[in-house]
């Protein structure tokens, strides 16, 4: 009879127990299990009420490792666990992300804690997860397909600026036939008015503050304000100058709390929090990071990226619109060399600019695009490939170079109608600067998008390139849209490559081919070498 008595005693307490658990923070500090032991909000206090927010879009705009990776993923188990909901977490690619989550994630979640362990009956395949009638899907950005028809009550979209920017509004629509339902967008970010930073400047840009030990102001740590040059280097408040000791971070940090920027109603929550909170970055390693920012682009990135958390363009990475109304001229230059060129960038229109160019009799170097002013003479665009037909006859063009994807039968075909004059062009790796690596089997090129990209968008900069006073805005917004983003490659080296932020850049690639083109039009009508690859 006892035994009986101590199990309906049991039961009792387990039920009351579950339904003590109103809010994802409840389950977290009753559930979840981290290496160092059960969860805990010492150390990252800005996480617990990020785990309770109750707006239907919640963004989080983030530097590197600070804990909201975690917070969702609470918030997802939480989900399933308590209201048998099905969630869909999406990553920018279903390989490697999907499986590098299910492994240094998700299993080392379910390894840590018995209760996630049993809670989940079927962990195997690495896209789909059961927990008895709940279900954790595991997607990539890149594919459309893999995001529809699932219909789920949460969305978690972790690193959304590596993401197919165009998929992200398809993923929304999973939870739009749910009525209780939540998304989460957390990224770092890259650059401005693009990817998180856009989202997030559409919520109500939430910053953790907490109260000063010294003058009992409310403050946050700033980059700038709050950070000594000193030896060594110390945390401070940038009021009254108390310092604040890295290593009682979590005691003034105890009195934190999110305060909007934004206080008009029924917007998005949105969380901004730097590494300066970090329990675990150091006053002397920002300093450090500076120091090599000063001479290292890639480390400028960094820091105001990963380290900061906020979107930065590093100097001259990117066209300001000064510099191109700067070569907007109402004349028409003569352009004496009898070299036309053609760039065609191809997407659901196909965007072109025709180019005449005119060549310096002092030549800077042996590079024919050093040694040449551009004047583009057409800009445009069109849905009919047959109009590109016409234009391409009646303009007298010597050579023209056409994107290869993603239609590349049709750009083939193009090629082919006009035998020796039009290439197919790839984006290649590999390739040395501006080379130019033709195929012999069909008309088609291979060349490094960031170094040819360098070449076009810098003419801007030294006014070696002439528009008509007439150009459309929407050709300036697309050359603007690029930036030049300094990151590291898998092998620790420093490499630069152009991001759009999800904006439509078709005009700059359609510049960037035709200025691909003139050394192949210097080659059809003089004695001009461009490099071959068998």
């Known amino acids: 009879m006892s035994d009986l008595l101590e199990m309906v005693t049991n039961r009792i307490a387990v039920v009351l127990q579950r339904h003590s658990i109103t809010s994802a923070s409840k389950w977290a500090e009753q559930y979840r299990v981290m290496k160092t032991g059960p969860w805990q909000w010492k150390h990252y206090p800005w ?15 983030k530097a590197a490792q600070m804990g909201f990776t975690e917070t969702v993923l609470n918030i997802t188990f939480y989900s399933i666990d308590i209201y048998r909901r099905d969630c ?74 590596e993401f197919n920017q165009d998929n992200i509004p398809l993923a929304m629509e999973r939870v739009s036939g749910q009525f209780e339902h939540q998304i989460w967008l957390i990224s770092t970010p890259k650059i401005e008015d693009s990817g998180i930073h856009l989202y997030y400047k559409k919520s109500d840009m939430r910053h953790f503050f907490f109260r000063c030990p010294g003058c009992q102001r409310y403050i946050e740590l700033e980059w700038g304000e709050s950070l000594s040059i000193d030896d060594p280097p110390i945390l401070h408040c940038q009021y009254c100058s108390t310092p604040l000791p890295h290593e009682n971070k979590s005691e003034w940090l105890s009195t934190g709390k999110w305060i909007p920027g934004n206080t ?51 100097k001259g990475a990117k066209l300001s619109l000064e510099e191109v109304n700067s070569c907007c001229v109402s004349e028409r230059d003569a352009a004496i060399s009898g070299l036309t060129t053609m760039g065609i960038d191809v997407g659901t229109f196909f965007h072109y600019e025709i180019d005449e160019w005119r060549l310096s009799n002092t030549y800077e170097s042996q590079d024919i695009n050093d040694n040449a002013t551009s004047i583009v003479r057409r800009i445009g665009k ?149 490099s071959i690859a068998l």
């Open 264 to 314: 008009e109603p029924d917007l998005p929550k949105g969380y901004h929090i730097n590494q300066m909170y970090s329990p675990t970055i150091t006053p002397q390693q920002f300093i450090d990071q500076a120091k090599r920012a000063e001479s290292d682009p890639t480390e400028e990135q960094e820091l105001y990226n990963s380290k900061l958390g906020i979107p930065h363009a590093v």
């Open 47 to 61: 996480l617990k009420e990020m785990h309770n927010a109750d707006t239907d879009l919640c963004v989080g705009m």
């Open 88 to 161: 869909l977490y999406v990553l920018p690619n279903k390989q490697p992300d999907a499986s590098d989550f299910s492994a240094s994630r998700f299993d080392a979640a379910l390894e840590a804690s018995p209760h996630l362990a049993n809670l989940f009956s079927d962990v195997k395949n690495i896209g789909h997860k059961r927990a008895g009638t709940a279900n954790l899907y595991v997607r990539g950005s890149q594919s459309r397909a893999g995001l529809k028809s699932i219909p789920v009550s949460l969305i978690v979209m972790d690193e959304i600026e």
């Open 382 to 530: 069109t849905r009919d490939v047959n109009d590109l037909y016409e234009i391409i006859r009646t303009n007298n063009i010597t050579a023209v170079v056409i994107d290869a994807n993603p239609e590349r039968r049709l750009a083939l075909e193009l090629a082919n109608h006009f035998p020796g004059r039009i290439r197919c062009c790839f984006y290649g790796r590999g390739i040395n600067g501006k080379q130019i690596n033709l195929h012999r089997d069909e008309p088609t090129l291979t060349v490094d998008r960031t170094s040819w990209l360098d070449l076009s968008l810098n003419r801007f900069r030294k006014r070696t390139i002439r528009l008509p006073r007439t150009t459309p805005q929407e050709y300036k917004d697309h050359l603007l849209a690029l930036v030049r983003r300094y990151e590291r490659d898998s092998d620790g080296n420093p490499i630069g490559r152009y991001v759009n932020g999800g904006k439509a850049d078709h005009y700059a690639h359609a510049r960037n081919y035709a200025e691909i083109a003139l050394p192949l039009a210097m080659s059809l009508s003089q004695n001009y070498d461009i």
